[in-house]
């Protein structure tokens, strides 16, 4: 064996081993605090497999995120970043020596002119090179292009509980309008009713022209009320159009066909800050932003150092054949001034990713805190409305018992009608955003993240 190969032999070992710049691998560990504020519980464990919505036990929505998962524009164009990602990553060579070079070339001349005989000339090339990566740097490259794929699958279930969000936010207030509606129509008949009474006393002289005007007055405040209601689930249903990427057509066919406001379900636990690390989608992408800026420091440091490059060529030219072999290094002096420069930004865009990869955690605990805390006391607000509404029903009900037997004025019955209409509407209101509520804290824990698609 010669010393030149047992030269190149001990680059080969070098450049299999060196790799310059902090290792993307080695994060430092993050701290959280033990527990939530207002809970203390054990490990949720992996919560992104959970279809959670099926806990409000309602077909209508099941089917609608079953099918949307596949048809949304915004889950199927983060899928595309992924593939982008993957091709970036496929770009990488993960050869310690990577392939350079134009490999091979051919070409046929056929030429000829007046006073000159026709000739055919042909030429072949075959070329390849090999750029040694003695300090890393490919290596780096393509630890920064894998951390970009995890990255974009992350932002993929970013883009997934977003759509989620917006799916049961959408379909949950469009059910709210349908029940405000319902309970709209009730109370227009109940002030027609008092209208039709009011109109026979006033025939026998116990009515005034005022009462009969407060009675219609409050009649159209309910007719007017209902074209509003109608107006917000038809917009919720375009919505909801939108998000599925479905005709609006069908689909408002399908919600008009009926359903209950979604009901607010148990639970659900929160486990412990530590679970948001695996958990948060958003958290593991902006770790993997962290890693792919470690990994740009480390291309960035290999760029400033020496390379070294082996390359040969074969040439036939007219059946006359010549070849070259050779390294070569590369010693960049002139521009180390750009690179240092060039450096010194990957650094500091490194330093960066790693407090927005905490700031992220911070906001992640803070969601969890703040929807948890939220959701108590909405479902607090629930129980005080609904027996406020069950109060104003009784009491409805006495007053027009006594209205109707000549024992109450007709004012008091009319206060009593507005204060149970409000009331009634406010309690359902109150269950909407509970029930909202609920599936935002699960989507801040991470729940439903992973699933990508399920059967409807």
């Known amino acids: 064996m010669t010393r030149a190969t047992l030269s190149l032999g001990a680059l080969l070992m070098i450049s299999a081993c060196a790799a310059v710049g902090p290792d993307p691998t080695d994060l430092p560990d993050t701290r959280v605090q033990g527990a939530f504020a207002e809970t203390e519980g054990g490990a949720l464990g992996q919560v992104g497999t959970n279809a959670f919505w099926s806990g409000y036990q309602d077909r209508t929505l099941s089917r609608l995120i079953a099918g949307g998962l596949g048809t949304s524009l915004d889950i199927i164009t983060a899928n595309e970043r992924i593939r982008a990602a993957a091709a970036d990553l496929q770009a990488t060579q993960p050869l310690s020596a990577q392939i350079a070079g134009d490999p091979a070339s051919a070409s046929r001349v056929r030429a000829g002119g007046d006073g000159q005989p026709t000739a055919t000339t042909s030429s072949a090339t075959l070329s390849a090179g090999f750029v040694f990566d003695l300090f890393g740097g490919a290596r780096r490259a393509r630890e920064g292009a894998t951390a970009g794929v995890a990255s974009a699958e992350a932002q993929a279930q970013v883009t997934r509980l977003a759509w989620l969000a917006e799916v049961i936010g959408a379909y949950a207030d469009a059910r709210f309008n349908q029940q405000a509606m319902a309970l709209t129509r009730e109370t227009i008949r109940a002030r027609e009713a008092t209208l ?73 636990g929160t486990g412990i800050p530590a679970d948001l690390l695996r958990n948060r989608p958003d958290i593991r992408a902006a770790q993997q932003d962290l890693v792919q800026a470690l990994a740009a420091v480390g291309v960035a440091t290999a760029d400033m150092l020496p390379s070294l490059s082996l390359s040969g060529t074969v040439s036939d030219q007219g059946g006359a054949t010549a070849w070259g072999f050779g390294p070569r290094i590369s010693l960049p002096v002139a521009n180390q001034g ?13 330093r960066q990713a790693d407090l927005a990869f905490r700031s992220q955690v911070a906001a992640a605990v803070e969601d969890v805190q703040t929807s948890q805390s939220t959701l108590r006391r909405l479902r607090q607000r629930v129980t005080a409305l609904d027996q406020a509404s069950a109060s104003y029903d009784r009491a409805y009900a006495l007053a027009r018992t006594n209205f109707e037997a000549g024992a109450l004025p007709l004012v008091d019955l009319l206060d009593v009608d507005r204060q149970r209409a409000a009331a009634r509407l406010q309690a359902v209101s109150a269950r909407n955003d509970a029930a909202k509520e609920w599936a935002r804290l699960q989507i801040a824990t991470g729940a439903g993240a992973a699933v990508a698609r399920i059967a409807d």
Not at 214 to 241: C, G
Not at 338 to 350: D, K, Q, Y
Request: charged share 15%.
């Open 196 to 268: 039709s009474v009011t109109r026979e006393t006033q025939a026998l002289g116990l009515a005034t022209d005022y009462d009969i005007a407060q009675t219609e007055a409050l009649l159209q405040i309910a007719r007017a009320d209902l074209p509003n209601f109608e107006a917000q689930f038809n917009a919720q249903v375009y919505r909801l159009s939108t998000l599925l990427n479905q005709q609006a057509g069908p689909l408002m066919a399908q919600m008009q066909g009926g359903s209950g406001a979604l009901r607010i379900p148990p639970g659900p």
């Open 338 to 350: 750009v690179l240092g420069a060039a450096r010194t930004r990957r650094l500091s865009e490194a």
